[in-house]
């Protein structure tokens, strides 16, 4: 598909972030086609899916866009999405339609900041490039670059923007990028409800990525614990 076709299928819907933990093991690609169905049967747009295997597990099983990203760490630690050219080619041979890059600022291992880097891939490939962004300025840069899509990823994450408040997407972002860009903008990162996805598409997101809240169930249970336990709940259910 064509980044335009591909943007069509996507437009006002839900992108589904499969996220599967290395500790499952062999289980990981059994629960990796478990959250694909899911999203499948529950109207998902799109899928996006960490690795070059996994990708290549999934991509007979469905015809949605995949967005493909593969892991790596700064030299600080932090984690870098999609490190190196040859994992962009990886991830296409395995069937991704497209692929998320990390485009901010940040140096990578090589020295090489996040613009250039994005810059290096766009003139090797001419399939379609999602940039993975924290701030308005790296939105802006990455479409000057031609990205197909702007995604606030990182928004909250990076240093600058890093925020405590890990239940609520970053709305002005959103917003801001949404009315100045006129590449499609996703909207990800902390969408935790309906409500808040719904928020993000009235504000001009073009589509949204929802991950923990959908297929992390135990950050899902955990949250939950941690209202009960806050107390929080006292007389909820008088005068029912």
């Known amino acids: 598909m064509t980044g335009e076709q591909i943007a069509h299928q996507l437009h006002g819907g839900v992108i589904v972030s499969c996220h599967v933990e290395e500790q499952q093991g062999n289980d990981a690609f059994d629960a990796l086609s478990y959250f694909v169905h899911a999203a499948m049967q529950g109207g ?9 295997e996994r990708i290549r597990s999934i ?10 990203f593969t892991n790596g760490t700064y030299p600080d630690g932090s984690p870098l999405i999609t490190p190196s050219l040859d994992d962009i080619d990886a991830l296409f041979s395995a069937g991704a ?5 990390d ?15 994005f810059e290096q891939a766009r003139k090797r490939f001419h399939h379609p490039l999602w940039a993975d ?16 899509f702007v995604a606030t990823t990182l928004a909250g994450y990076t240093h600058g ?14 917003r801001e990028l949404s009315t100045s860009l ?25 589509a949204v990525v929802v991950g923990s809240a959908i297929t992390r169930p135990q950050i899902i249970t955990q949250m939950f614990v941690d209202e009960l336990e806050s107390g929080s709940v006292e007389g909820a259910g008088e005068g029912a």
């Open 44 to 52: 998902a747009v799109g899928l996006r899916i960490e690795g070059v």
């Open 59 to 68: 991509r007979p099983q469905t015809k949605l866009p995949i967005i493909g």
């Open 97 to 101: 339609d497209i692929v998320a890059i």
């Open 103 to 117: 485009t901010t600022k940040r140096k990578r291992p090589v020295d090489t900041d996040g613009f250039l880097f």
């Open 133 to 148: 962004v924290a701030t308005f300025r790296e939105g802006v840069r990455a479409a000057e670059m031609r990205a197909d």
């Open 161 to 174: 923007t890093r925020t405590d408040d890990y239940k609520t997407p970053d709305f002005p972002l959103i």
């Open 182 to 206: 006129t590449i499609p903008v996703i909207a990800e990162g902390r969408i935790w409800s309906p409500e808040a996805a719904r928020h993000c598409l009235d504000i001009g997101a073009y």
